[in-house]
């Protein structure tokens, strides 16, 4: 097996001829110009436009043209070019491409390393593989490097790499590899940060720093996603979506057969006599233990009119928007609020659905073993251990009315509203004299059993617990 790392510029990007002599990058967000080239260097340079050459052959035409003093310079401005991420490495085996680092992003910038013969290396715990537009791809959050896989040779090797292995063991262990071919191939997933210097022993070495040691995959993944900097696009195009999605109506549509209409508080009343924002502010406390006279209907109406309520409806750049007292990313208004009522004055207990445009409870089940389920499952989230909530209002987000908005923010979008709400309900119920306490977590799959919503349309973001006092 022969095999080259060939260079070339990524997609998208190229050099274009200024003026005599001179080149600069277009298509990148960066500026680099190269002025009064030598022929050499200017030959060269205009090669990483086309299917790619190797550093060797690079430095070939140059010394052909400029003679050796052209070589310093051609290595200078590959390596700026490749910081830039404006350079795609294509490990080229037996003449077939096999894979290929391309950097995503231009922040933080990209450092091409090779790895060393000697040293053992290990798959990084934030390594991971997906299939992208047709490709198989190993990426990390912890870089905006990419590296594709175009033959079985990537699937082989990552597979092997969940143990530590040097150039030559892996070149050992998987059939047809010879030692510079696994060389370059993880010279490719070390720049990309998919592979970290261990020992034999240590198959999962310790994170280079404490910082990062805290980090779940999880949530370094979906933070580096929502966030601009390693990525290329963050916001993501709707249009992108794999099949074509229906925007959904701006309020769920009410199709219950039973409902508890609710009383609305006098608003204009409340401004004259409602106790301070700096008063609400300084006494509102989680209060994780009710009063044994159970909160009422009426109080469970105010409290859901001030905190929730539609108050009105508008299209905003083709979509259906609404107005409500707390704030909602693209005046989406995702949330959908459910009170699950295991005692309240003149509500009868069970699951029901909160109506915010006609301010009434749609009862969607009786209190039975589902319902029972998610009483105890926020029971045992209280920190006042097992004690059962008066009310728990689950949230629940309407995922595609903020996706076709924010595909790629969509869920952080999401987790933001709920905080929002939930301090919202915060304020409300300090004001009421209510006892209010927000839950760090729940069960989406039993909220989606119990309410019957698909757990991908409408699947449970939020819990918050409310009782009096
Ligand atoms: C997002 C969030 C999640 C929370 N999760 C829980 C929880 O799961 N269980 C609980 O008893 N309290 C929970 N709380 C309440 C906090 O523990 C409480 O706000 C914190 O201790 C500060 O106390 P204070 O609210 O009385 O000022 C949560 C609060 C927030 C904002």
Redesign the pocket.
Known sequence: MTSFLLLNLKTGISLIETSNQSLALEGSSNTLSLENLPSGLLSAFQELDGSGKTSTQLSKIVRRFDGFQGIPTLYFYLAKLSRLGAIEYTLQADNTPIARLSVTSLTPPFEFQEVKVETYYVLSRFAFCRSDRGQTVLETPLSAARVSFFSWHGGAIVAELSQPKTVLELADRVPQLDEGTARHFLSLLLSAGAIVPTTAEVAQPADATEDLAVWEFHDLLFHTRSREGRQESTIGDPREFSRPVKPLPVVKPETFSEYIELCRPDIDQLKASDISLTQALET?????EHGDEPITVTQLGEFLYRVARLRSTFIREGNECSSRPYPSSAASYELELYPVINACQGIPSGLYHYCPQTHRLGKVRDRDRQVEELLVDAGR????RGKVPQILIVLAARYVRVARTYQGIAYAGILKD??IL??TM?LVATSMNLA??????GNSDRFSRAAGTDYYAETSV??F?LGSR
Do not use: D, H
């Not at 509102?284 to 994780?288: A, F, Y």
């Open positions: 509102r406390r989680s209060i994780r989230t209280n920190e006042c709920v905080g939930y301090q915060y209010p306490c927000a839950l760090g977590f939020g819990e617990m």
